[in-house]
């Protein structure tokens, strides 16, 4: 089994920038786009998907040894499905309104690749305490994508946020429809890209600098 | 025969040894020139409102290109006239009351995302001028369909709005919309000239053909994709377009209304998002036509011109791999070089 030779904490951090679920691996778009058309609705999803991704990240480790290979999969099935009970079930007794508006998606959160890969490629293979960091990485990674994305999908298409008006006018409808969604999703990550870049090449230059230097 | 063959006749080079006169600025400026009897009838019709509408889009198409070329260190090309183009088409598929950050948007949206994001002249997906069109729509619907009356008298301008010509055959059927103008001929008329209510360059199927004609005569457009878009919905209104029962239908209305003719003309036949081979084109047409049709008799939208182009763009690479000639001959390794 191979053991990861990261800190926790860079594994954490590992989760929330340079493997950043949205704007890094691209995978588990759908909620990204149908969530994120209000900040609460994102605020919910990111929270959930934290809670989930950090017990099944947690879960899979702990029995990690007692998993058959050949059945894994149906086994890390039951045990995000659990969990997506739990936090659905919590969010219909206590978050009625907002769970009305993305009640579905909560129980989508079974299928998510995101979860089901760091299941697959981390918890499986590393101990405990590695496991719930990675896990509580990409857990706010997600929840950092989503509170990005409908900021400005709220704030654009609505001129609100968290449901109180902000700016007044004429908003732009489109940024709260699903066209919106992949526009504000496009948009960000090509930022985050240019962004990268730059920081990429400015160390770059310093560590050239630096050679120079020495 | 090239400056070289002239210059020096007993040299002999490397074909190609006739070259055409045509660029790309070149049929660019003209399809601008071919759209403007259309302007001129808008402005006519619509007052000086379309003049800055339309004024606004192109600047904003012709800056935006030229800023985004500059930022990124690339060839600036803003001056080829394809973004003043996507200005003018997108100004001619507005309404003229519009607040004056409608076309700003849009002519930003048709430029930078729909054309520069995917690689500049020549790469995009889609049609710009009706991306951004597209985009505008969906976001300020109620703006962008406030349809002034045409008065054609400077003091009288944008006194009232009114439905499109579409708008109220969808809502009210055929006998009120006759009755709205008075009888058949005058309705015919009316559109013919453009003093209905519309977006500002698609009102006057007279000016459009006039434009359209020289383009078929310049040889920039073939008749493969308009007479097959127009073909298909003139079927499809004669068809299914009555109330009666089938073959019932008034296809003249259907062809002269709406942006059908703008579209067919001038948008489906865009180089970049329409099939290169003629089979192709013919599908590409009927395409639209269908869906053009299909959104006009039976979608919630009273004109589908638009969206049906849009659609028909997306399978546009589709259809060119579909209907390529066979290759007679060819082995299976040469194949796979070419790949």
């Known amino acids: ?214 | 025969m090239s400056t070289e063959a002239k210059t020096h006749p007993l040299v002999v080079s490397v074909s190609p040894h006739v070259r055409g006169e045509e660029s790309i600025s070149k049929i660019m400026w003209t399809v601008n020139f071919a759209l403007l009897p259309a302007f001129i009838m808008s402005v006519y019709y619509f007052g000086p409102r379309a003049l800055y509408v339309t004024g606004l889009c192109i600047l904003t198409a012709v800056l935006s290109e030229h800023i985004y070329q500059k930022a990124l260190n690339k060839k600036v090309t803003s001056n080829d006239g394809s973004a003043f183009l996507t200005g003018l088409l997108l100004g001619m598929n507005l309404p003229s009351g519009i607040p004056f950050y409608i076309p700003v948007t849009g002519s930003f949206v048709a430029v930078v995302i729909t054309k520069m994001l995917f690689g500049g002249l020549g790469y995009n997906i889609f049609n710009p001028a009706l991306i951004g069109r597209a985009f505008l729509l969906i976001t300020w619907p109620k703006l962008m369909t406030k349809w002034p009356m045409p008065t054609a008298n400077f003091l009288e301008m944008d006194a009232k709005t009114t439905a499109t010509p579409l708008g109220l055959l969808k809502e009210e059927g055929l006998a009120k919309l006759i009755e709205h103008f008075g009888d058949k001929a005058a309705l015919y008329k009316s559109l013919l000239f453009g003093s209905t209510a519309g977006s500002l360059g698609e009102t006057s199927a007279i000016a459009l053909l006039l434009g359209a004609a020289i383009l078929l005569y310049k040889r920039y457009i073939t008749w493969h994709i308009p007479f097959s878009f127009l073909g298909t919905v003139a079927l499809a209104a004669w068809i299914f377009g009555g109330k009666e029962g089938l073959f019932t239908g008034d296809p003249v209305i259907h062809l002269l209304s709406g942006g059908l003719i703008l579209g067919a003309f001038f948008m489906a036949t865009d180089y970049v998002t329409c099939p290169t081979i003629r089979k192709g084109q013919l599908i590409f047409g009927v395409g639209c036509g269908a869906i053009t049709m299909l959104i006009r008799l039976k979608g919630g939208f009273p004109e589908g011109v638009m969206f049906a182009i849009l659609l028909m763009n997306c399978f546009a690479p589709l259809i060119d791999r579909n209907v390529r000639p066979k290759q007679f001959g060819a082995v299976k390794a040469v194949k796979e070089v070419k790949k």
């Open chain 1, 1 to 214: 089994m191979a053991h990861t030779h990261k800190s926790n904490w860079e594994l954490i951090k590992n989760g929330m920038f340079s493997e950043n679920t949205i704007f890094r691996m691209a995978i588990s778009l759908c909620p990204s786009i149908a969530v994120t058309n209000s900040l609460k609705n994102g605020f919910y999803m990111g929270v959930s998907v934290i809670f989930v991704q950090t017990m099944v990240n947690l879960t899979v480790s702990l029995i990690r040894n007692f998993i058959n290979p050949k059945i894994r999969i149906p086994i890390f099935m039951m045990v995000i499905a659990g969990y997506v009970s739990i936090i659905d079930m919590s969010m219909a007794a206590w978050a009625r309104p907002v769970y009305k508006q993305i009640g579905l998606y909560i129980q989508l959160i079974v299928a998510f690749a995101s979860i089901f890969a760091r299941a697959e490629v981390f918890a499986v293979k590393n101990r405990i305490v590695p496991s719930v960091c990675d896990g509580l990485g990409m857990g706010i990674g997600f929840f950092l994508a989503m509170i990005v994305i409908s900021f400005f999908r709220e704030l654009l298409g609505k001129g609100a946020l968290w449901g109180f008006p902000i700016v007044s006018g004429n908003p732009l409808l489109i940024m709260i429809l699903p066209a919106g969604g992949f526009f504000a999703v496009g948009l960000l990550m090509g930022f985050f890209n240019w962004m990268d870049a730059k920081l990429a090449s400015r160390k770059g230059e310093s560590a050239s600098a630096e050679k120079q230097a020495a």
